[in-house]
Nanobody, 122 residues
């Protein structure tokens, strides 16, 4: 069993910054990748950014140049620095982790955090 605990959401004015954190705990035989997704009211959940165990990153076009994802493998933690925030970034942000299920790292499973609200005012 794996738990993901998120922090760092809140209310910020347009142009401001926030830093999200997500720590994974439980039975973890290594993490294949972690990332952040977001969902605004009436919209589909969408990928924001991911980082894998080799520190390769992937970003949605809408956040490139503004958001930076990083990880701390020793702490099983992923971070996302969000700069130059826009009202359209307002959403619930969900942490995701794909976790290896054994020391042999053949099978993996996905886990989701509870979500943290990010609100950007004009």
């Amino acid at each position: 069993q794996v738990q993901l605990v998120e922090s760092g959401g809140g209310l910020v004015q347009a142009g401001g910054s926030l830093r999200l954190s997500c720590a994974a705990s439980g039975t973890i035989f290594g993490i294949n990748n972690m990332g952040w997704y977001r969902q605004a009211p009436g919209k589909q959940r969408e990928l924001v950014a991911t980082v894998n165990s080799g520190d390769n990153t992937n970003y949605a076009d809408s956040v490139k140049g503004r958001f930076t994802i990083s990880r701390d493998g020793a702490k099983n933690t992923v971070y996302m620095q969000m700069n130059s925030l826009k009202p359209e970034d307002t959403a619930v942000y969900y942490c995701y982790a794909n976790v290896w299920q054994s020391v042999y790292r053949i099978r993996s499973a996905g886990y989701w955090g509870q979500g943290t609200q990010v609100t950007v005012s004009s």
